[in-house]
């Protein structure tokens, strides 16, 4: 999981414990993963297009060769 071990994992979560406090790592988590979602629609969408123009150029290329 990135790289990371369970011993590296759970001095993160002691740390966020400690300097956070039990009260907002939830709120933060909610945010984190918000902002994850909404990085994936992101990229999704990013991609999406990418390969909608390829096949347009795709199919371009295709009537320029029938045309010929």
């Given at each position: 999981m990135f790289g990371f071990g369970a011993g590296e994992i759970l001095v993160i979560i002691f740390l966020a414990l400690i300097l956070l406090g039990p009260?907002?790592?939830?709120?933060?988590?909610?945010?984190?993963?918000?902002?994850?979602?909404?990085?994936?629609?992101?990229?999704?969408?990013f991609l999406e297009e990418l390969h909608r123009e390829e096949r347009k150029t795709e199919l371009s290329d295709e009537t320029e060769q029938l045309k010929q």
């Open positions: 009260k907002k790592i939830p709120q933060i988590a909610r945010m984190m993963g918000r902002g994850f979602r909404e990085f994936h629609k992101a990229k999704d969408g």
